[in-house]
């Protein structure tokens, strides 16, 4: 879930462009080690798209990313990548 903000940018709105994945729309919200963006990949599906802020978050991120895979409900978000 971490991940560096390329400097390509959606031509169309100047968007940052995540990993080529992912165009970069609005803060949904951050806290303490994390920011959420709206992103919209190539179809134009949106995604909630969570960046760490630093490495010093990678263990946190990765109990969250662990805990969040095994679980399925219709309540908890489901992790498309990682």
């Given at each position: ?43 134009g ?27 399925s ?6 992790i498309?990548?990682?």
């Open positions: 879930m971490t991940s560096e903000i390329n400097e390509d940018t959606d031509i169309q709105m100047n968007l940052p462009v995540l990993d080529n994945k992912f165009i970069l729309e609005r803060t949904l919200g951050s806290g303490f080690s994390c920011k959420v963006k709206l992103g919209r990949d190539a179809e599906k949106h995604y909630a798209v969570k960046i760490f802020f630093s490495d010093e978050h990678n263990e946190c991120a990765n109990v969250e990313i662990e805990a969040l895979s095994i679980l409900h219709k309540n908890i978000v489901k498309y990548a990682a």
